[in-house]
C-alpha cells in the first residue's frame, strides 16, 4: 500500500509565495511521473504540472513561469513552488503519484489535498 501526505497549503496575499510537498511512503519499487492537480470550488479538477521520473517538467499555461515544480527522488518526493500568486489559483491542490509497487504493476495514488487560499 502507498500513500501520500501533502502539506504546505494555506492563506496568502495575492503576490505572495507557498510551497506544496508530498511525499510517499510505503511498498514503492519506483515512481514515474509525479503531478499537481487543483480543483477550485464549482470546477473540474485541472492538472497544474507534471515532472517525469527524468526530470521533465510541464505547466498548464495559467501558471507558466510562476509556479516550480521539483522532486527528490531519494526521498518520494514532489515539490510545488508557487510564486506571484494570484485570487485564481485560490484551489484544493492535489499530488498525485504513477508508482510501480512491483517490477510488473503501476498504479496511481492521490494525496489527501491541501487548500490553497489566495486573497486580493
Known amino acids: 500500500q502507498v500513500q501520500l501526505v501533502e502539506s504546505g497549503g494555506g492563506l496568502v496575499q495575492a503576490g505572495g509565495s507557498l510551497r506544496l510537498s508530498c511525499a510517499a511512503s510505503?511498498?514503492?519499487?519506483?515512481?514515474?511521473?509525479m503531478r499537481w492537480y487543483r480543483q477550485a470550488p464549482g470546477k473540474q479538477r485541472e492538472l497544474v504540472a507534471v515532472?517525469?521520473?527524468?526530470?521533465?517538467?510541464n505547466y498548464t499555461d495559467s501558471v507558466k513561469g510562476r509556479f516550480t515544480i521539483s522532486r527528490d527522488n531519494a526521498k518520494n518526493t514532489v515539490t510545488l513552488q508557487m510564486n506571484s500568486l494570484k485570487p485564481e489559483d485560490t484551489a484544493v491542490y492535489y499530488c498525485n503519484f504513477r508508482v510501480r509497487v512491483t517490477l510488473f504493476h503501476e498504479d496511481n495514488y492521490w494525496g489527501q489535498g491541501t487548500q490553497v487560499t489566495v486573497s486580493s
Open positions: 510505503g511498498t514503492i519499487f519506483s515512481i514515474n511521473a
Open positions: 515532472i517525469s521520473s527524468g526530470g521533465t517538467t
